[in-house]
């Protein structure tokens, strides 16, 4: 079975970093795609970034530049790396994977992923 579970989040002021994990348990796919969403009060959830199973990022305008998507393949986690944070940051984040693979579209949708973690919220201050 397999299961996502975040870690990583917490409240820091405007400018600061914070680092986010995904461990993923009974997981472990050569062709999968890995991701991050967000979702803010009152907004539907919005995926940031994916990476594929070669490593290549992608990530949404809003976050281009200041996260970085990567993954250790033989813990089988995956990581956002979160610098120059804003207030509209605020959100809770999700990883998300599939199993074959990332769709290769410019949006990151939510219905290319079949398995999600339960959340970890990041609270960013002016």
């Known amino acids: 079975q397999t299961q996502l579970a975040e870690s990583g989040g917490g409240s820091v002021q405007a400018g600061g970093s914070l680092r986010l994990s995904c461990a993923a348990s009974g997981y472990f796919y050569s062709s999968a795609c890995m991701g991050w969403f967000r979702q803010a009060p009152g907004k539907e959830r919005e995926g940031i970034a994916n990476?594929?199973?070669?490593?290549?990022?992608n990530y949404v305008v809003s976050v281009k530049g200041r996260f970085t998507i990567s993954k250790d393949n033989a813990k089988t986690t995956l990581y956002l790396q979160m610098n120059s944070l804003k207030p509209e940051d605020t959100a809770m984040y999700y990883c998300?994977?599939?199993?074959?693979?990332?769709?290769?579209?410019?949006?990151?949708?939510?219905?290319?992923?079949?398995?999600w973690g339960q959340g970890t919220q990041v609270t960013v201050s002016a």
């Open positions: 990476i594929n199973s070669a490593g290549g990022p």
């Open positions: 998300a994977a599939n199993r074959w693979g990332c769709s290769g579209t410019m949006t990151i949708r939510e219905v290319d992923f079949e398995y």
